[in-house]
């Protein structure tokens, strides 16, 4: 099973509400990230989790919060959010984040922000 | 910091032709990966090079590593309507993967 699963698909949100992103991986994966892509853009890296510990914050503002409950759970709670959050969030897992690992993405949630 | 340039940028094929898309880093690579995003999807790992000169088959896709390990080119033959979207590849830099800009490829019928 070579599968990241992430919840919702879509999210449409005022800049007032609090909403989470939910990821899973079953891989066994030590590392887990948070991506925010724009359109006709790379993946940018935002959170990385190494064994449950936040290891890299990409200097990501705030109101993004990340939280790794166990080894295959990933959450990004939302808060306060601005129009130009609006992106496709991405979740993927590596082995253990080592350089030659590769990275599984899951199928991302598409973010509105009003 | 390590950089990660990918040309074209867009990549306009006719059904059948060929292309190439290239990847070029500013310091030698451990390994470089390469990914597709179909429109509307996610990145999907295609493969991993690793070794200097490595050249790797997959159907009608062909990679290669440059011998300084600074370099990779995706080859596609006979281009199909099922290879549309965008190709990226990526390097490791220190703790993280760095993208190219991607490879966005249309194919007319």
Redesign the interface.
Known sequence: DTEVTQTPKHLVMGMTNKKSLKCEQHMGHRAMYWYKQKA????E?MF?YSYEKL??N?SVPSRFSPECPNSSLLNLHLHALQPEDSA?Y?CASALA?E??D???????TRLTVL | GQQVMQIPQYQHVQEGEDFTTYCNSSTTL??I?W?KQRPG?????LI?L?KSGEVKKQKRLTFQFGEAKKNSSLHITATQTTDVG?Y?C?G?ND???S????T?VTVRA
């Open positions: 006709k853009k790379p993946p890296l990385v290891s890299i990409e496709l991405l984040g350089r030659t590769t990275q599984y993405f899951g199928p991302g | 451990s390994n990966q990914y999807g996610h990145p999907v790992f991993q690793v965008t990226f990526a490791p703790y993280k993967l993208f190219g800009a991607g966005t």
